[in-house]
Antibody, heavy 122, light 110 residues
Framework: EVQLLESEGGLVQPGGSLRLSCVVS????????MSWVRQAPGKGLEWVAG????????YYADPVKGRFTISRDNSENTLFLHMNSLSAEDTALYYCAKMKSVMATATFFEDWGQGTLVSVSS | QSVLTQPPSASGTPGQRVAISCSGS????????VYWYQQLPGAAPKPLLL???QRPSGVPDRFSGSKSGTSAALAISGLRSEDEADYYCAAWDDSLNGYVFGTGTKVLVL
């Protein structure tokens, strides 16, 4: 059974940083691209970042470019999202998602975690 | 920021058919597959339709999809109470070099 378990998010002050992690099991991690997708309270889905199975290629949505970094540790079956310079607009439920293929592009989000809430407020 | 436009809501009585549109552009729907996701209340999204119109295992054939040019549509026939959910279209965007989601449509079963 595929499982994606995000770390606990939390409350962060504006301008602060936070690292999310997602530990996976039930599939061969290196064979799948991964993404982070977020959902602000009461709002729709927004793709944040993606990474290929090898970790060699990464992709970012414009609102987070230069502030967020997606990475992975294939030896630990773990996906990360390092978030810097956080603002209120980053407040959302962050989902870890497994891609159908090793690519992170032009495929689909096959499995999703339950999400972790990140709140940015003073 | 959503670049795919959906109606905010759609509704019908049990047994009826509802259709949800998804409007994009040449850089996303016009040149890539469209995927649909269903998000039940309080739950994570899950894939509903793949590659414009393919149903993953376990998705009933009441759900169907279509694509024409820069628009796509999801149809739910024989509407059931358990279909009450938010529905999102999504596609890769060649210009943005990233995924784009639709604005989302809440389906209500009256």
């Amino acid at each position: 059974e595929v499982q994606l378990l995000e770390s606990e998010g939390g409350l962060v002050q504006p301008g602060g940083s936070l690292r999310l992690s997602c530990v996976v099991s039930g599939f061969t991690f290196i064979r799948h691209g991964m993404s982070w997708v977020r959902q602000a309270p009461g709002k729709g889905l927004e793709w944040v970042a993606g990474i290929t199975g090898s970790g060699d290629d990464t992709y970012y949505a414009d609102p987070v470019k230069g502030r967020f970094t997606i990475s992975r540790d294939n030896s630990e079956n773990t996906l990360f999202l390092h978030m810097n310079s956080l603002s209120a607009e980053d407040t959302a439920l962050y989902y870890c998602a497994k891609m159908k293929s090793v690519m992170a592009t032009a495929t689909f989000f096959e499995d999703w975690g339950q999400g972790t809430l990140v709140s940015v407020s003073s | 920021q959503s670049v795919l436009t959906q109606p905010p809501s759609a509704s019908g009585t049990p047994g009826q058919r509802v259709a949800i549109s998804c409007s994009g552009s040449s850089s996303n729907i016009g040149s890539n597959y469209v995927y649909w996701y269903q998000q039940l209340p309080g739950a994570a999204p899950k894939p509903l339709l793949l590659r414009n119109n393919q149903r993953p295992s376990g998705v009933p054939d009441r759900f169907s999809g279509s694509k024409s040019g820069t628009s796509a549509a999801l149809a739910i026939s024989g509407l059931r109470s358990e279909d009450e959910a938010d529905y999102y279209c999504a596609a890769w965007d060649d210009s943005l070099n990233g995924y784009v989601f639709g604005t989302g449509t809440k389906v209500l079963v009256l």
